[in-house]
């Protein structure tokens, strides 16, 4: 066999291996742009509902910058095309590597933003850069006419090599895609309480409810755009990880909207109102120090005595507007790490933002707005303070906007603020 026809068989071989790539990230735009799925849980491709999404996006990675590589190599390959594409597979790579340690991190968690990651979408992000480098790799491929010379061969055994290895791998992405789990679509009234003991994904349409509560005991599941009346919790969420839930609506629970105990979630887009007791919160997450952290993000929460608590656990609150609270609006207490951030705060009494308990916070970018001293109580730390830094704990700020709030910015009991 010649030179150029071991080339143009072992070209296309890969070829393959990266058109099927190129099919997992197509899959993942589809998933995000077309379906309207909830990233990241439904955004994995085909083979991330099997397998590891993070090691199958590195293997496909590292495998296909090592091939290319060898194949520049031992060819002795001057073409400008497979060195671009070499080039940019190569800071590929990188991406992947990170987000791969992210995900070792996080204990096989997102979020993964890699490098770009921070700035970009990640779903768009890495199917522009696996298109850049699969275009310049075949343009490369048809500029030496290795299409030509795979097509010469005389051999059907050589010419089906690369078909058969295409079909194998795309055979495997469709039986990947069918253990996806499976879709409960609710588009009238539930009557619950409604129990998910296993990964599934409730889907509502305008005027879905479930009434009498949500109950998660499973890891992987996603419930969105569902109004939920009713229930000692609205949604309890206990035992769980990767659970999302964007644009639920919670109202008429007897105790918490949202609670979450020794667990993982993300929350997005919600809203939780009128809830039945005086003692009711908003969102509380506690317990779940040891997990990847929980995200709180878009939500609007009136009235409670709590907004957002979390309590020994990770937390990201971002961009939540919480109004008219008779204790604290955000809460991050009892040994928490957390982020609070963008979020708008009004009317709350006693006290706005509070980081306590040896907690430690960044606080930044808040606008807290009219807290007011704390009339049923004759305490020094409940005289409407904006932000404050409670026992041992260390709030670090930045850029918070506070305005009419008479307290300020508080420390009590050995805790430390930084910054301003």
């Known amino acids: 066999m010649s030179r150029t026809a071991r080339l143009a068989i072992l070209f296309s071989a890969l070829l393959a291996v990266m058109l099927a790539h190129e099919l997992e990230h197509l899959i993942q735009v589809g998933q995000k742009e077309v379906v309207g799925a909830t990233c990241p849980n439904d955004c994995r491709g085909a083979l991330g509902f099997i397998f590891d999404i993070e090691w199958v ?54 979020p993964t933003p890699g490098i770009l ?9 890495h199917f522009v850069l696996n298109t850049a480098v699969f275009a310049l790799v075949l343009t490369g491929y048809l500029r030496l006419g290795l299409h030509r010379a795979l097509w010469g061969l005389k051999s059907p055994a050589r010419l089906a090599l690369a078909g058969s290895l295409l079909i194998a791998v795309l055979g495997g992405t469709g039986a990947a895609w069918s253990q996806r789990p499976p879709t409960m679509r609710i588009t009238g009234v539930y009557e619950g309480p409604l129990v998910i003991d296993s990964p599934r994904r409730v889907v509502g349409v305008i005027g879905s409810v479930v009434r009498g509560g949500i109950v998660i005991r499973s890891d992987d599941v996603v419930v969105r755009d569902v109004a939920v009346v009713g229930g000692e919790y609205g949604i309890s969420v206990d035992d769980s990880e990767r659970v999302v839930l ?25 809203v939780v109102e009128s809830l039945q007791s005086p003692y009711a919160q908003g969102i509380d997450i506690s317990f779940a120090a040891d997990l990847p952290g929980s995200l709180v993000q878009g939500c609007r929460i009136s009235g409670m005595r709590e907004g957002i608590v979390s309590h020994f656990a990770n937390v990201n609150v971002s961009k939540n507007r919480i109004d008219s609270t008779s204790l604290r609006a955000i809460a991050v207490t009892e040994m928490s790490m957390g982020t609070v951030q963008g979020n708008q705060v009004e009317d709350a009494v006693g006290v706005g933002i509070f980081c306590g308990d ?57 805790a430390t603020v930084q910054g301003g």
Do not use: M
């Not at 496909?60 to 671009?84: C, K, Q, T």
């Not at 990651?117 to 992000?125: D, K």
């Not at 964007?246 to 919600?270: E, M, N």
């Open 57 to 110: 996006h590195f293997a496909y990675n590292v495998s296909i910058f090592v091939a290319v590589g060898a194949l520049i190599a031992f060819f002795r390959l001057r073409e400008p095309f497979l060195l671009g594409g070499l080039a940019l597979q190569g800071y590929h790579v990188v991406e992947h590597s990170l987000k791969l340690e992210q995900w070792l991190t996080n204990g096989h968690r997102s």
């Open 246 to 270: 964007d644009g639920v609506a919670v109202t008429s629970a007897v105790l918490d909207g949202i609670h979450v105990r020794r667990s993982s979630v993300q929350i997005r887009d919600c």
């Open 358 to 414: 040896f907690s430690h916070c960044r606080i930044a970018g808040n606008a807290v707005v009219r807290t007011t001293a704390d009339p049923d109580s004759d305490e020094g730390s409940r005289q409407g303070f904006a932000i404050q830094s409670h026992y041992g704990a260390v709030a670090t700020l930045s850029g918070n906007v506070i305005v009419d709030s008479p307290g300020g910015v508080g420390v009590f009991a050995d």
């Open 117 to 125: 990651g921070e700035h970009f979408s990640l779903v768009e992000l």
